[in-house]
């Protein structure tokens, strides 16, 4: 509900490229792509890459694997890219302008699709030959440009509270916090025992990269407010937002959260959390199956806790596949993305990966709740999740905000200052 609010708002806004609401404009009549070829011409048969970043659980080449079993003449090589999410960004689109075919098949952050999909780096997709009633929630949506498929859903991304249930027992805790007041009160616990005096309470991603905006939209959502109002226009300077910024410019400066935190992308914070410097990490599901591993029966997972009165609202999060304009075997490229965004593909990301699924059914699946018993959390943690702003210039808004609040997240500015830059900066962006 929240989310269709947003999406139907935002399409009013010159500013905004919506997805779904904005149907007009397709892009499947047959217009020659930037490679000269076809929209809707999937022809070649042959090898083909798939590019996406770093893989933490190194299981993805046995997914590869079982297709090249099947496809001796097609089979798919996989190229790993960084762990970070604006690397990632940068590799796919220095290959879309020197129109590499060395990037085939490409694993498209959510909020990349508008983007690559308005620059042409993606084929557009035969949308009516995905089974759209299977998935989950606001996924199917991420794929979508003016109506028009470019990149289809494979995984999606719900962040989650993980939580070093070790320490909690130790300080006779048993329940995770439900909102930040507890966590704080439950760090203090924590901090009284030896040994762990000096341990960070809480942790996200709050490096300067594409990981700070869902972090920074996660505090601002939770507050009440907004980047943009429902006709479109920025209005990221209210009281709400500033409440909500308030609670990660504030946990900085008591020390609640640590200053290393300004270093963290996903790995760096979820390797503090396994050395037990930082009680409280938020992350994606990704990180379970390595945690299981790397400190099996220390730590649990929860929702976001509450910030006040609002329920904590993730970023909605993902990867779709995506096929670029300049791979040379699309006809290979579709099957194979038809397989990857499949049930089978999925479950097996799921199973080996912790990867969040794009299908309802593998949510409520008993097997799967056994291994996984925060699914249904999860589950609800996706159907709420807030998308980020949905715009052409993604690259200019995400990098407006980064800019604009890292020095309140530094300390050097106010919550309050940092909103009034920001607001300046996203009134000056123009499609
Ligand atoms: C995860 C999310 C993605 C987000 C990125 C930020 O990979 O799935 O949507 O942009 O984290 O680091």
Known sequence: MRIKKLLAGLALSGLVISMAACSSGGSSGGASTASGGKDGDFSGHGPITYVQGKDNAAKMQGLLD??????????????????????????????????????CVESVDVVWVGEFAAHRMLMPLPKDQ????????????????????????????????????????????????KNWDEMKTQCEAVRKLPGHENIGCYGGQLAKYEGATCNISEAINAGGGVFFDKDGKAK???????????????????GFIPK????????????????????????????Y?????????????????????????????????????????????????????????QQYLLKEESLAPVYDKLYTDPE??????????????????VPRPQVAKYGDVTAAIQDAIYPALQGEKSSKDALEDLQKKLESLKD
């Open 66 to 103: 079982k297709w090249n079993e099947k496809h001796p003449d097609e089979k798919v090589k996989y190229i790993e890219l960084s762990t970070s999410a604006d690397e990632q960004r940068q590799a796919m689109i220095n290959n879309a302008q020197t129109k590499s075919d060395a990037f």
């Open 130 to 177: 995905f089974p759209e009633d299977k998935f989950f929630g606001p996924v199917w949506q991420t794929g979508l440009y003016r109506d028009n498929m470019y990149a289809v859903p494979f995984s999606s991304d719900g962040a989650m509270l993980y939580y070093r249930s070790d320490f909690l027992k130790e300080a006779g805790i048993t329940e995770p916090p």
């Open 236 to 254: 990221v300077n209210s009281a709400e937002a500033e409440k909500g910024l308030d609670y990660l410019v504030e946990g900085f400066k008591s």
């Open 260 to 287: 290393e935190a300004l270093t963290y992308k996903e790995e760096e914070g979820r390797a503090a959390f396994e050395a037990g410097r930082v009680l409280f990490y938020r992350n994606w599901p990704y990180q």
């Open 289 to 345: 199956v390595l945690n299981e591993k790397a400190i099996p029966g220390k730590f649990g997972v929860a929702p976001l806790p509450a910030m006040g009165d609002h329920p904590g609202a993730s970023t909605l999060g993902g990867h779709n596949v995506g096929i670029s304009s300049y791979c040379k075997n699309k006809a290979t490229a579709l099957d194979f993305v038809k397989w990857f965004s499949s049930e089978e593909s």
């Open 368 to 385: 799967n709740i056994k291994q996984y018993p925060y699914l249904p959390t999860l589950a609800e943690s996706i159907k709420n999740a």
